[in-house]
C-alpha cells in the first residue's frame, strides 16, 4: 500500500467519525431545544454560565488527546450553537472596525455561534445602543497604550451606574 492509499484511509475513516459527531451534535441540539422550550415556559433564562463552565471543566478533565484549551473553545461554540437553537443570539457592539482589540476581545469572550457582532463608531453609540436595547453587550477600553486611561468609557460607566442606582 502507498503512503498515499494509507492516507486515503485514515482520512475515509475521519469521514466517518464527522459523520457520527454531526449525527450526536444534531441530537443534543435536539435535546437543546427541548431545554430551552422547559426554560421558556417557565420563565429561566436561557444562558446558565455556571452550567456551561461545568460541562467544560469537566470536559477537560476528561480529554486523553486534545489540550484543556482546545476542549474549551470547541465547547463553547457547541454549548453557543445550542443557545442559538433556544432562540438566544447575544448582539455584541464593540468599537471598530473588524480587527480592532476590542473586536477581538468579544470574539474572545463570546460564542461565534450565538452571537451578532456589531462594530460602532463611537464608545457612546455602544452605551447609547446597550439603553435602546439594541446590544445586549458592549465591549469597550478602558485603558489603551496610546492614552492610557479612556475617560469617556470611565465617565459613561460611572454615570450609568450612578442613573441606575437612581432609577
Not at 467519525?17 to 449525527?23: G, P, R
Request: net charge negative; aromatic share 8%.
Amino acid at each position: 500500500m502507498s503512503k498515499m492509499d494509507e492516507i486515503n484511509k485514515l482520512r475515509e475513516e475521519i469521514n466517518e467519525f464527522d459523520e457520527k459527531i454531526l449525527d450526536l451534535l444534531n441530537k443534543r441540539g435536539e435535546i437543546a431545544k427541548k431545554i430551552g422550550e422547559l426554560k421558556s415556559k417557565k420563565k429561566i433564562e436561557i444562558t446558565q454560565p455556571v452550567r456551561e463552565k461545568e460541562i467544560i471543566e469537566r470536559l477537560k478533565n476528561l480529554t486523553t488527546i486534545l489540550e484543556p484549551n482546545s476542549i474549551e473553545a470547541i465547547w463553547k461554540e457547541i454549548i453557543g450553537a445550542c443557545k442559538a437553537i433556544q432562540g438566544s443570539v447575544f448582539k455584541v457592539g464593540y468599537l471598530g472596525p473588524q480587527g480592532t482589540f476590542t473586536h477581538q476581545a468579544a470574539l474572545e469572550f463570546f460564542s461565534k455561534a450565538s452571537t451578532e457582532f456589531i462594530a460602532c463608531k463611537s464608545i457612546l453609540e455602544i452605551f447609547e445602543n446597550i439603553e435602546k436595547d439594541i446590544l445586549d453587550f458592549g465591549i469597550l477600553a478602558i485603558e489603551n497604550s496610546l492614552q492610557g486611561t479612556v475617560r469617556e468609557t470611565l465617565d459613561l460607566l460611572i454615570l450609568k451606574i450612578w442613573w441606575t442606582a437612581h432609577q
